[in-house]
């Protein structure tokens, strides 16, 4: 039996589909959305105290849209209901016209009326009952409310009071009280059924069959026929309720149209009595001048032609809108049209097309979330809005977990609000996507493909949850459909902006990364985990370069403000770029004293070397930023050239000595040698660079040391001619070897004799000499052995005596070197 109504509600559903293939017909958004079984759904469980972990566990697209029905609730989409409502429509129509006919035209109803108007009660008192058991959709969430207690008391606080009124039989209660005129009043709460008809016309307006020019004349012509059939039954009230020898003091009662008078009015046909009613009523509204007799009436026609006055005013004011087709409605008829035009054109598929009529419907309904009605206020307060209405959503969603308040505030002002109606797809699985959503209410479903191609379900999007990330964060295809299957409202954020956000908090995009991964650790089964984990490894390790590159440009360009925040934002200072260098090689190289000291502060290493192994302390000395080089050593920097021979060697060809002098100051090792073994002095004597020769021997470069080939600077600079050049290397020749006989010396009186040592000042000046030819000394420690120069040089004392022993040297003695 079961199966018999499933298959009979299936038929009519199919035979309604295709009625909407035929036309496309708007109503009002909370009778006409299809109603949701994901609601449904809730509703049972809820009923029957079912666990929540039901509604987690992973189910099917059928087992969610074609859910347990309450047969104990009525669809507003249902075949029968929506008959029901076509005949409670005629009674309104006929309940609206004959109302003021029975108000004023009778005291007392004929049988044959009497039995009609009971039998039209009987249906709305039916009517009334089938309220409480009509799901409808909260107008607040867009929800389908299927709870029996809600629906009733909603139906209760709304016009329920009033429909129940309007079912009471006023002509039996007129007569059981003594037919006061007063116990009639109670008759116009009928009119309160107006407003089906009202609801009619304002889907006919929405029905593009119908042309819109014709619908809203009929709805115009209505009201005003409405009106004066209601005024022409007061003004004939007014006129029978007076006693039978006073009708010559009514309007009608003094009438006299031709020879003809109608002081017998009682007497005439009905018919005839209302169209002299409704002649009196219409010709008063065209302001034709017709007189009141008595009072009650001049009051009357006081208070109505005030009325007529705003009628016309408001029939006016409808056919200038018709004219220049400024309304809502009209406007969404013609994009309906256009786009009706535009699916037969090109034949697009059913499926397709009611998507587009049903979407096109629900912004049309739902257009107070457009971004239009904002568009006027300011961005300050725009932002205000979105902090308060999306801020706490924002703070419980999981991919932004442990992210910066600045981040969420700024995600939170790019929201945009979107609705989706039941079977609509978001998202096709293998797409690339531009945008990201995050779940509000609703029920979604990812959807896979399976071995043979068929739809596999996977899992339902619960509130909070997010989609679209993959392809935004990742650039990965989308991996699942996503499709709506309950009225789904979503929160919507473009790439772009999202992308610009994480430009902004770049800190953050780390920890968007490690929440996707952990958050897809629960659908292992369904996703190739071990290649969404390289893949999100990979931009993890490319978002890690990326930032280090922006650290890196900040200290390049000396901004400290920047590099500061992105520092306190969680960038690592001491993170290298694809080059090994950190932000201190590039704030050293540029000589940034303050941004030097603040990466120090830091904890960045003043020792680390990028890939070609230069160190902080080499940049500074390179760029000749002296104060900068300064501020490292004192924090214990050191050069560590790898291959300070060569760099020597090159700074000697290029002539560069302030270079060379920065090097040998900050420690540079002057005896360095490049790969044929040649010192920097070797390259200088070479090319007779006096200048540079000098500073390197100031600079303690030895002048005995051999290359490759065996020769020393000092073979070189005989090879060279230049006199002065082999004068200065001589001398340092003689002064190295001085300190190398002092070595000597030293190690056999420690070793040998185990003598205490002496040690002298040698000059290499004549003691007699004057002061201006004086040179600084060096002081020696007193050799063991004698004596002895193969080019005459001798050793005088301060007296200028020949020193022929040794051992007449004492400690601290202060000597003289010279020549012949």
């Known amino acids: ?50 666990n929540n972990q039901i509604r987690r566990r992973l189910i099917s697209r059928e087992d969610v849209i074609n859910g347990i029905k309450d047969l104990s609730l009525i669809q507003t989409t249902g075949m029968w209901y929506v008959i029901w409502t076509k005949i409670i429509l005629i009674w309104a129509i006929y309940s609206s016209f004959f109302t003021p006919i029975e108000f004023g035209f ?40 299927s709870k029996r207690t809600t629906i009733a008391l909603r139906y209760l606080k709304s016009s329920f009071i009033l429909d129940l009124l309007a079912c009471c039989p006023w002509d039996i209660i007129y007569g059981s009280f003594g037919k006061k005129e007063e116990v009639r009043y109670l008759l116009w709460i009928r009119l309160y059924r107006v407003r089906k008809v009202i609801q009619f016309f304002q889907h006919m307006e929405k029905d593009i069959r119908i042309n819109y020019l014709f619908t809203r004349i009929v709805k115009l012509l209505a009201v ?85 006055m705003i009628l016309g005013a408001y029939l006016i004011g409808n056919m200038t809108a018709l004219i220049v087709k400024g309304s809502k409605t009209e406007r969404f008829r013609d994009k309906m049209a256009d786009i009706m035009k535009y699916m037969n054109r090109n034949e697009l598929g059913k499926e397709i097309c009611d998507q587009i009529k049903g979407h096109l419907r629900l912004q049309y309904e739902s257009s107070y979330t457009e971004a239009v009605v904002l568009q006027d206020i300011p ?48 998202m096709e699985q293998g797409n690339i996507v531009d945008q990201i959503y995050f779940v509000c209410h609703g029920v979604l479903q990812e959807m896979g493909v399976g071995e043979e191609g068929s739809e596999v379900n996977v899992s339902l999007l619960e509130p909070n949850s997010s989609f679209g990330k993959l392809s935004i964060l990742c650039n990965m295809p989308q991996p699942y459909t996503i499709r709506v ?11 772009e902006s999202f992308i610009n956000i994480l430009e902004i908090c770049s800190s953050d995009e780390k920890i968007i990364l490690t ?90 290493s003043v020792n680390i070397a990028d890939n070609f192994g230069n160190t902080p302390l080499f940049e500074a000395v390179k760029r000749g930023n002296d104060r900068v080089a300064s501020l490292l050593v004192k924090e214990g920097a050191l050069l560590n050239i790898i291959d300070g021979g060569s760099c020597l060697c090159q700074a000697v060809a290029r002539g560069d000595s302030d270079f060379i002098k920065r090097l040998l100051s900050n420690g540079l090792d002057p005896n360095s040698k490049d790969y044929d073994k040649r010192t920097a002095l070797h390259v200088s004597v070479s090319q007779g660079l006096y200048m540079i020769a000098k500073v390197l021997i100031e600079g303690g470069a030895s002048v005995l040391t051999r290359d490759r080939w065996g020769n020393t600077p000092v073979d070189e600079g005989c090879t060279s001619g230049n006199q002065k050049l082999v004068k200065l290397l001589e001398e340092a020749e003689l002064a190295e070897l001085s300190k190398a006989t002092a070595s000597d010396s030293t190690s056999e009186i420690e070793v040998t004799n185990k003598v205490k040592p002496r040690k002298c000042t040698v000059f290499p000046f004549h003691p007699w000499d004057p002061k201006e030819k004086r040179k600084e000394g060096v002081v020696l420690w007193v050799p063991t052995k004698h004596l002895q120069f193969s080019d005459g040089s001798r050793i005088l004392s301060e007296d200028g005596g020949k020193i022929l022993d040794i051992e007449t040297i004492h400690d601290g003695q202060k000597l003289h070197l010279v020549d012949i």
Request: with cysteine; aromatic share 12%; glycine share 6%.
């Open 515 to 604: 929440n996707l991964l952990e958050g897809k650790g629960a659908n292992k089964d369904f996703y190739r985990m071990e290649q969404l984990e390289s893949d999100v490894m990979f931009h993890i390790g490319m978002q890690e370069g990326e930032l280090a590159l922006k650290v890196n440009s900040a200290a390049y360009h000396g901004d400290l403000y920047h590099l500061k925040r992105l520092i306190r934002a969680g960038a690592d200072p001491s993170k290298t770029d694809y080059g090994g260098r950190t932000p201190l090689h590039n704030a050293a190289s540029e000589g940034f004293e303050h941004i030097t000291s603040f990466l120090i502060q830091e904890g960045v």
């Open 106 to 145: 009778f005291r007392g109803l004929p049988d044959k009326l009497f039995i009609l108007d009971i039998v039209g009660q009987l249906a709305f008192f039916v009517d009334i009952i089938i309220q409480f058991f009509v799901a409808f959709r909260d107008p607040q969430t867009y929800r389908m409310v």
């Open 224 to 308: 005003e026929l409405y009106c004066t059939h209601t005024a022409a039954c007061i003004f004939y009230y007014l006129a029978i309720t007076l006693p039978a020898e006073k009708e010559g003091y009514t309007w009608i009662g003094s009438l006299k149209l031709g020879d003809y008078s109608y002081s017998n009015f009682r007497e005439i046909d009905l018919g005839k009595r209302y169209i002299v009613s409704l002649y009196f009523a219409i010709v008063t509204m065209a302001t034709v001048y017709i007189h009141a007799v008595n009072v009650r009436e001049m009051i009357f026609v006081m208070i109505y032609v005030s009325f007529d």
């Open 485 to 495: 299957c309950e009225l789904y409202r979503l929160l919507r954020l473009d790439k």
């Open 1 to 50: 039996m079961a199966d018999h109504h499933q298959l009979h509600r299936h038929h009519h559903e199919r035979e309604r589909d295709e009625d909407e293939t035929e036309e496309f017909k708007v109503e009002k958004f909370k009778d006409r959305i299809l109603s949701s079984r994901g609601s449904q759904f809730d509703l049972i469980t809820n009923e029957l105290g079912l």
């Open 379 to 426: 961005i300050s307060i725009r932002a205000k809005i979105s902090q308060t209405l999306y801020r706490d959503f924002i703070e419980n969603v999981p991919l932004f977990k442990g992210c910066s308040q600045e981040l969420k505030n700024q995600i939170v002002i790019g929201l945009h609000e979107e609705f989706f109606l039941p079977g609509e797809v978001i």
